[in-house]
């Protein structure tokens, strides 16, 4: 047996996951989470190290180009699936792991599309759920870690990226001015959310939001039970306190993964997926306090975030936030991950309680609820100014930190989804 059929057999064995989700995605990406932890499924943070793109969400078209430069970055042999709901994930990603081992190497495939097709890329990228044909030509805007891209017509350098121009930097020196994106699907990003970026060395210069519509109203998950709530239906304070406690701690786990802490992530979204099978509060509280504890005291992780993406309690109440984000005493990273976790464990000690969700007294996770304009409209459209002066690791933990919901974004009078 050749050393590429090996590779290919132990590929097959235990693939190397990307996860792309998809807005209106999120139930799919946490089932998905959780069962590649279970198979103990390696997880690729870009599509370089990856030979099972898993794309967890309904289609939307907007993404279509970004979802083709992922797959187009991923190596041969290389197989890519779609789950639209959460029941269908197992099957799928099982589906996926039998087809990469049957899938030729590169060197089987031509580089040029023949006849129709899609240019070499159908060596295996239609396995969706039962009954679906996957009709996307796959893969984003992420090259390496930071997620390049381009939307100018001006010349190009290999790799896609926009030929640079030159400016003066704050020092009063001439470098380089890269046009680039981030996201929309970069690992540990909010789903969809992109931005266009003006680089110089790596201190961003310009950052502006991108606000193109996406193709039908997104269902928000975690600000399920303040939906049902405003319709009229009875909601319990503790089911809306799981919910809130296991936002925060999905939010937590994302800016632990972006800060170089895995294991703690992967605690985080533990506790996240105990709480949304309604694991009891005596069962939970003590890990969640150990966790909040071993995270606020985490003097590595302060120094590496401290000072970084500073807002003000004034600018806060002048962008429209609220929750999380205005009381977080201080204003940086720091305060905004600390003020988390103190509201998971008044969370958890809340889930016996039995009293009425209030909808307009009682805060979703990012805040006050209103579909009309919902409270990470605001955390988003403040994050382009934060993001103005910091170097690129940076923005990425500002961006964890305040973890906008994009499916909130589209959420305006959404049909409401029970669970």
Known sequence: MGLTAVLTRAAALRPRVLLVTTPGGTPVRLAAEKELRSRDWPSASTPAGA??????????????????????????????????????????????????????????????????????????HDSTGPGRGDDDHAGPSVHGHTGHGHDHGDMEMPGGLAMAEQGEDRDGLTLDRLHVTLGPFLADWPAGLTFRVVLQGDVIQRADLDETPADRPADPFWSRPWLRAVTGEPVGVGEAARRRAAAHLDSLGRLLSV????????????LRDDLLEEVPASAVLPRVERFARRIGRSRTLYWLTRGVGLLSADDARAAGVTGPAIRAVGGDVPARYRQWLTDVVHDVRQLDATAVLVPTAQESPRGRWDAELPPSAALAKLLPRLLVGAELGAARLVVASLDPDPDELTACRPAVARG
């Open 51 to 124: 030979d099972l793109m898993l794309v967890a969400g309904p289609d939307c078209s907007r993404l279509d180009p970004a979802l083709d430069r992922l797959w187009q970055d991923m190596p041969r042999p290389r197989v890519r699936v779609r789950a639209v709901a959460a029941d269908e994930v197992a099957s799928v990603l099982e589906a996926g792991r039998a087809r990469l081992g049957t899938t030729k190497p590169a060197w089987h495939h031509d580089d040029g599309p023949k006849g129709g097709g899609h240019g070499g890329e159908h060596d295996s």
């Open 259 to 270: 800060a170089g802490w895995p294991a703690e992530a992967a605690m985080a979204r533990r």
